[in-house]
T-cell receptor, first 112, second 113 residues
Framework: EDKVVQSPLSLVVHEGDTVTLNCSYE??????LLWYKQEKKAPTFLFML????IEKKSGRLSSILDKKELFSILNITATQTGDSAIYLC????????????FGAGTILRVKS | NAGVTQTPKFQVLKTGQSMTLQCAQD?????MYWYRQDPGMGLRLIYY???????DKGEVPNGYNVSRLNKREFSLRLESAAPSQTSVYFC????????????FGDGTRLSIL
């Protein structure tokens, strides 16, 4: 059975702090791993990681995948209150339908 | 740009009532998905449509039916609502069923009494 575990479940930081969010997975026929940010409504796409060891960056956010150890991390530097959200990790399976297996998410709250 | 549009945004039903949730995308995507999101459980796939004319079960299909009306629209129907179906429902679409990110609508919050 597929398993995706995100940690921590929640955390509270102050503006300017750096945070690291973790995602470990056991997924049949793994193809790639996606990160989403969910504020009040729709999850919005952040990154898709396919290859091990290659960091993807977008502004203050970065992410990397380790396919040998079956985990990914999402880093956010110089956090802002607008980073407050649920961060979802979702491995994709290499099979018909492009199905994603979502973790429960990490709730991040950034205090000013 | 509208992206993925879901209607309604909120709905309250009584046990046993039926309901159809609507989803439409304007990105010319081939694949569409329905998820439910419950506290502490992440998003779980109910049904998906890899391309127009096809639909398949996901992880939690019991109690639901779907219709891929055309390339743009994918509806989710609850024939006889149960309290266990109280949830937030998300529709998503992707370019196709290869290695492409899915893009989500704003969700429908459904309560069943």
């Amino acid at each position: 059975e597929d398993k995706v575990v995100q940690s921590p479940l929640s955390l509270v930081v102050h503006e300017g702090d750096t945070v690291t969010l973790n995602c470990s997975y056991e997924v049949t026929n793994f193809r790639s791993l996606l990160w989403y940010k969910q504020e009040k409504k729709a999850p919005t796409f952040l990154f898709m990681l396919t290859s091990s060891g290659i960091e993807k960056k977008s502004g203050r956010l970065s992410s990397i995948l380790d396919k040998k150890e079956l985990f990914s991390i999402l880093n956010i530097t110089a956090t802002q209150t607008g980073d407050s959200a649920i961060y979802l990790c979702a491995p994709a399976r290499r099979e018909y339908g492009n199905k994603l297996v979502f973790g429960a998410g990490t709730i991040l709250r950034v205090k000013s | 740009n509208a992206g993925v549009t879901q209607t309604p945004k909120f709905q309250v039903l009584k046990t046993g009532q039926s309901m159809t949730l609507q989803c439409a995308q304007d990105m010319n995507h081939n694949s569409m998905y329905w998820y439910r999101q419950d506290p502490g459980m992440g998003l779980r796939l109910i049904y998906y449509s890899a391309s127009e004319g096809t639909t398949d079960k996901g992880e939690v299909p019991n109690g639901y039916n779907v219709s891929r009306l055309n390339k743009r629209e994918f509806s989710l129907r609850l024939e006889s609502a149960a309290p266990s179906q109280t949830s937030v429902y998300f529709c998503a679409s992707s370019v196709d069923s290869s290695n492409q990110p899915q893009h989500f609508g704003d969700g429908t919050r459904l309560s069943i009494l």
